[in-house]
Nanobody, 125 residues
Framework: QVQLVESGGGLVQPGGSLRLSCAAS????????AGWFRQAPGKEREFVAA????????YYGDSVVGRATISRDNAKNTVYLYMNNLKLDDTAVYYC??????????????????WGPGTQVTVSS
């Protein structure tokens, strides 16, 4: 079992940047893929970024490519999401997901059995 807790959300001005962290507990975290998703009010959950267990492979959603970087530190059981040039449309609850047994990074939320409670990111002037 893996428990996830996100942090780092808050109010950010357009054009600004932030780094989200996802701290995990559980022995299987470092052996599995992880990802970030987000959900804005009235919208479906959207894939943001994913990373392989080793950190050697990453993949990004179209809406954040070039503005986001996902990384992980398995020694600290933590996954990070750095985003810059934030836009109003980036406003959402951001969720960390982990536990993917897929051999490749995946955008599919159903392959991640473990989810954090989410952290709110609001982009506003």
């Amino acid at each position: 079992q893996v428990q996830l807790v996100e942090s780092g959300g808050g109010l950010v001005q357009p054009g600004g940047s932030l780094r989200l962290s996802c701290a995990a507990s559980g022995s299987t975290f470092s052996d599995s893929g992880a990802g970030w998703f987000r959900q804005a009010p009235g919208k479906e959950r959207e894939f943001v970024a994913a990373i392989s267990w080793s950190g050697g492979s990453t993949y990004y959603g179209d809406s954040v490519v070039g503005r986001a970087t996902i990384s992980r530190d398995n020694a600290k059981n933590t996954v990070y999401l750095y985003m810059n040039n934030l836009k109003l449309d980036d406003t959402a609850v951001y969720y960390c997901a982990a536990g993917s047994a897929s051999p490749v990074v995946t955008t599919l939320p159903q392959v991640y059995p473990f989810w954090g409670p989410g952290t709110q990111v609001t982009v506003s002037s």
